[in-house]
């Protein structure tokens, strides 16, 4: 049984901080005074002081100095505290003028810090401010804390190949290196900066102040809670915006799906690692491809024009494949074909030790290259073909993590998928979420869960198994599921 | 570049065995004369003439004797002779009296020897019997053709895991047994008289002699073809059939998928290797389980009687796990969650060293167990697990190569899916297409591909790509796709 205190100490604090950022909801709302807007504060006052009390009551009963962290501690900090902020997100939403239930509450906040971007709400365009930025700053948190955990924590639990992005001056060591802290800031650092360049961007071309600063945090951090019911269609059409914010949209969307510690090696002058990297090339190449074929065939089959065309291609993949999940057309009424292209392109995803998720870059260039080693070992039994991944060699322990992730990937999606179809969904609906819910896009197919839609009309138990899904999938399958192999809780 | 003749000659006394068993739908329509069975006569005589003059020219010109055959060489032979066998069983196909599109008989030849079962022959019930015992005929070789190539090829060649059931004796040696030709014979034997016993049970019980050996052919071969349009549901209905045909159809379709090379230690004694073998208890702990949840579904939702509900659910599961593919009632009317279980149960199949296709139990197990050692070793770093397969040790080439064949086996369903798409396809039909070819089932979900719709009317580029996935499925997709990795060709 591993010692819970430093992880719960940990918890107590994240969910402290949580509460005191509850207060900048209220700061939102100055100066107005209708009634959703009153009981929206008195609710993210109260929830402040909950967590604040019982965050701060945790830390201060589980405090000590915390010299390392094991690996089995690790697992329990990652999904725990996930939870925790999840469970102390939802309070200002329950308790607000929106008066969401239970389950839609823990949902949306949920959706927002796992940065998948479903919603249940339904009339954002009238909601209070305070409501849409605590929406925002939620993806924005998950954002953030999911980069810092694919660099500095899963790495080191060897999760689903995570374990290639150990730096190299802690090869060696299977413990989380103590420098997590420092890493942790510049990271945090770099992020804001991404984030108010683009609030600027969006700003100087037209955006109001506030839908701006809060969809740069949703870009940024890939998640795509939206100000607007129509999401971004509601900024591309002609008139609001004064020039191509979609593209802008585009631009950091991909930003924020690049590996984050490579901006850093580029900050220290390093720049060609970033243009270098195997994996930045290849989701290049996705971006390219995937956007030539939809733009193609929306040009060809469905008559836009080229230049539309392209540029409602390239935002939907983008916003798709990063898992954003940013709607500026109803893509469902694109015929099957580009429809199958989307509900591949969700699975994608973007590199690891970025905001996106999916099942990322690096591990289908894993899966190849051990498709390739393979075929290569079939034909010639005694030949030894060496699989290298960024110059380094892959080992085996690498292969049999990526494939069994791979595996686990397409298990849970099936069996959310018939979780979900006891519900009477259909199969578009049900395969589309689940997916979708796994790789935190947010949009699905169809009717209900498409672009178009909302998940409002779900029934609760479907609301819980997305939940659950969401959860499984930001924390990369294994960092949960591991909690219920009964010989992790031994000594 | 392999020695291609030993390889030429091989798959030219196929394609001549080929020839010699066309004459047998010639003497099934004696005595008649309509212009239909004229015309198949007069085909089926012509192709027997091609098949035995081109393959007896192509063994003739590359005649040697056989000391041992590469593992290159075991590649070209599977893959090439069972594309030459389908060309050549498609010929009194296009030229008989059905007329089939050249198009329609390659897919319906390719259907019959893979044992997928799809037809896009509309109109069964007034066929002559030979065209009808032909699609049987190709179904049994299939089915026989494919535990040969899984017993005694397969595991030499390292496909996908399958060097899991290399025979003790022969351990050490990456060439084919030399005494492949033994066992070959007795796998066959074993087979004709499991197929007699089959057609004995279905006339005793009322089916017609002639209907009764066609519907034996493609029970044991789990198949799926039938010489009813409504395929097996024709005898379920009350008055045809004294006694309960489902049942025993239930019964042989699980014979078909157990592992053969387990009966033949059974004759000699060993029985007990059946019982206790661990991919033959999953298999039948898989039939019960997904029989119980459908049975439960339909009898609490749908207000079947509980027998009668247990007999649909029982059959249905059955015929799509292993593959079959025999329809007695349509499930597509069962709602979301039932269609839910029968695609995944699509995806299943039976064990390896059977006629059954589909992923196949034991790599379920090992992939399992992969999933199993990798969770141990995330909590534990430095602990050992040894997982074993039948009391042997699982080492890391299997569970590399089994969870490869997992990676593979999903892209390339995607990949097929999506091409569907192109040729308008709903999601529905492109993915239970898609899926039940590359498994080898037959019918899929929805009213063009379910189990009351047909084949015929899909347009001829889906019907090439589904031809192109049922190879594949069949051959265990590696056996194909190491023909395209251009180091393959290199000396």
């Known amino acids: 049984m591993p010692d819970f205190r430093p992880v719960l100490m940990v918890i107590g604090l994240f969910v402290a901080a949580l509460g005191v950022a509850m207060l900048l909801p209220v700061l939102a709302d100055l100066g107005r005074n209708t009634q959703a807007v009153t009981a929206d504060r008195q609710a993210f006052l109260a929830s402040a002081a909950l967590c604040l009390a019982f965050?701060?009551?945790?830390a201060a009963s589980c405090w000590g100095r915390i010299e390392t962290i094991t690996t089995r501690q690790g697992f329990l900090l990652t999904t725990g505290s996930w939870l925790a902020l999840v469970c102390a997100a939802a309070l200002p939403l329950t308790l607000g003028g929106a008066r969401l239930s239970v389950t839609d509450a823990f949902f949306e906040a949920m959706s927002g810090l796992t940065t998948t971007g479903a919603t249940v709400v339904i009339g954002l365009d009238t909601m209070p401010r305070g409501f849409l930025l605590w929406r925002s700053m939620l993806q924005w948190f998950g954002g953030v804390g999911v980069i810092i955990m694919a660099i500095a924590i899963l790495p080191f639990l060897s999760?689903?190949?995570?374990q290639l992005f150990r730096l190299e001056s802690s090869d060696k060591s299977d413990k989380i290196v103590p420098s997590a802290d420092d890493l942790a800031l510049q990271i945090f650092a770099l992020y804001a900066v991404m984030t108010f360049a683009c609030f600027v961007c969006y700003w100087a071309l037209g955006m109001g102040g506030f839908d701006?600063?809060?969809?740069?945090?949703?870009?940024?951090?890939t998640g795509g809670y939206s100000t607007k019911d129509s999401s971004f269609a509601y900024f591309v059409e002609a008139g609001i915006t004064s020039g191509p914010v979609d593209l802008v949209a585009v631009g950091f969307m991909i930003a924020g799906s690049l590996p984050f510690g490579l901006y850093l090696l580029a900050l220290r002058g390093r720049g060609g690692a970033l243009i270098k990297d195997g994996q930045v090339r290849f989701f290049a190449l996705a971006v390219i491809v995937f956007t030539a074929i939809v733009a193609f065939r929306i040009v060809a089959a469905l008559g836009f024009e080229p230049w539309e065309g392209f540029r409602l291609a390239v935002f939907n993949v983008v916003s798709i494949m990063t898992g954003t999940g940013y709607a500026s057309a109803n893509y469902s009424a694109w015929g099957p074909f580009a429809l199958g292209i989307f509900f591949c392109v969700m699975f994608v995803g973007g590199c690891a030790?970025?905001?996106?998720?999916?099942?990322?870059?690096?591990?289908l260039q894993v899966a190849l290259s051990a498709l390739f080693v393979y075929t290569q070992k079939l034909s010639h039994p005694?030949?030894?073909?060496?699989a290298r991944y960024n110059g380094r060699p892959l080992d085996e322990a690498v292969f049999r993590s990526v494939l069994s992730f791979f595996f686990l990937y397409f298990a849970v999606f099936a069996t959310v998928s018939v979780g979900l179809s006891l519900f009477q969904l259909d199969a578009v609906t049900a395969l589309s979420a689940a997916g979708s819910a796994i790789a935190n896009v947010g949009p699905g197919l169809g009717d209900i869960v498409g672009p178009a839609g909302n998940y409002a009309t779900l029934p609760e138990g479907a609301k819980w198994l997305l939940c659950a899904a969401?959860?499984?999938?930001?924390?990369?399958?294994?960092t949960v599921l591991v909690l219920f192999v009964p010989s992790f809780w031994n000594r």
């Open 55 to 58: 965050g701060g009551g945790l």
């Open 159 to 162: 999760v689903g190949g995570m």
């Open 212 to 221: 701006a600063l809060n969809h740069a945090m949703t870009t940024v951090a």
């Open 353 to 363: 030790g970025s905001t996106s998720c999916g099942l990322k870059i690096f591990r």
């Open 382 to 386: 005694h030949r030894v073909t060496v």
């Open 470 to 478: 969401m959860l499984l999938g930001r924390l990369e399958l294994f």
